[in-house]
Every structure is written in C-alpha cells, then in structure tokens.
C-alpha cells in the first residue's frame, strides 16, 4: 500500500490535546508497548520531541503556532504483521475554527482530505457548549426570553458538524447511505476531566448526553463511527511545576482510553491500530 493508503487526518481544535496525544503516542511506539509499534526511523521529529522533553520534566507541552503544519511520517507495525506509515501532523488548532469561519480549505489540508482513508476527531467536551433551544429548555422559556440586540453565534456543536460536511464533500463522497470510508473515529479527549459519574461509562453514551446533535449526525452518516475516549496525561499537568510521580515514574506510564464498552486500557496505540485494522480491511475486500 501506499503512504496515503494507510495514513490518518487527525482533526482536531486548538486545546483538545493533539500535541500532548501524539508526544505519548510515539513514546509508546519507540518503546513498543500496545498494539502498534515503531517499525523504522521516523521523519520530522522535532515538533512532538519537545513536547516529549517537556512531559519528562512533569510539565505540560507548549501550544502550537497558528501558523504551523508539519507532517511527521512514522513507520509502524502491529502484532498481526499490518504495517503503515502513519502521517501524523503537528499544527495550531486555530487553523480548524478558521475552516468554519470562513468556509475555506487550504490546500495543504484539501490533499490530505482526499486522500486519507480514515479521520480521527478530536473532541474536548469540557470546552464545548450546547446553545438553548427548544430541546434543552420549555418553549415557554425561549419565546419568553429578551432577544434585544443579543449577538447569535454558531453552537460549537453546529460547527462540528459543519466541518465534518466540508470535508465530505471535498471528496465528493455521497452520503445517500452510510458511509464506510472515510473511516471515522472520535476521540473524546481530556476524559479525566469529566465528573466521577461518567468517567466509566461508554464515550458513546457521554457523547450523546453531552453533544445530542452532533452524536446524531455521526451516527446517522457513518455506517460505523469508532467512539472512544483519550486522557493522554491521565492527569492534569502545570506549565511551570513539574509534577514529580511523572519525573519519577516516567510519562509513558501515564495515559489511557476508554474503550467502547467503557473499560480503560493504558494502551495509547489502540484508537490508531483499529482505525487502521479497518482501513486495510476494507481495502482489502
């Protein structure tokens, strides 16, 4: 297969994780602890090093320039023998709102949404909001309410899904039955910071408590969207005081995903290995 052929769109906004998730991950890949392992040198670095040495000092990573996008290429493998190199860029989340601002696709990302078999969402529910309406409030509160002069916005779940529309149709993918490609997984991130209550429960059922509409439309327009949930820290960091059980026990002892059924599993690799898995099977028919 190609590189294109195995590689993953990792979408994400600026503050859902996506540098602290692939720092992690390519430390379990060198270290080949879960499902996918490091299977040659891989390319352009520097970006997930940094972040790499920041959490070896117990201290979160730096954010990501708005205007950066660098692909990293990294060779990988799983126990069944599949290999792939995973493309996984580093880039300033602003650049997805600005997407849905202004309806525009630069080209750097029109290439990699046509190409690429699967998307990877990243979705931090804790800075998302559900505007009112007639679902989450009486009627009879909305229309009593004062609209004077009030400024509408988009709701952030009106804008995930508008993304998720301009990228399916730069593939001219029809959408007149469930979808099987492009592959789509969600990723729930930042799941530590969720109530005691949810922590153990399916990311499917906390999806549609949280973001009703949007877990509508997924499922709805996937034949069978991958849900699952992502603390890449386990635990909140500090910018400027290193927590010592990271400096002393390392950060790839850190991190989990909440898998389907709700259970944890330290293994970071598991959201990329099925995405792929199913890519290849797919594929392959």
Known sequence: MS??????????????GKTHYGAQLLNRLMNGAGKLRMDGAATNLQPFESAMGRLNEGLTADHTPTTTYVDSLWPITDES???????WPDYGGEQIKTMSTTRQIPAVWRDRVVVSPAWLLLVRLQQ????????????????GASVDN???????QARLIELLQMLIFMRNESTTKPLVNPRLGVLLSCWDE???DELNQPPAQVLERRLPMFSSFIHSLWAEPLLLGLSALGRALEPNNGDMDYIAKGPEH?????????????DLTQPIQSLLAASALKLAE
């Open 254 to 266: 850190f991190g989990y995903v909440v898998l389907p059924n709700g259970q944890h599993t330290p």
């Open 194 to 196: 969720l109530g005691s």
């Open 150 to 156: 009030r400024e509408v916005q988009i709701s952030d």
């Open 3 to 16: 590189v294109s052929d195995n590689s993953i769109l990792l979408i994400g906004e600026s503050g859902v």
């Open 128 to 143: 998302t909001r559900v505007s009112d309406d007639i679902f989450s409030r009486p009627l009879i509160d909305i229309t």
């Open 81 to 87: 023998g599949l290999k792939a190199e995973l493309v």
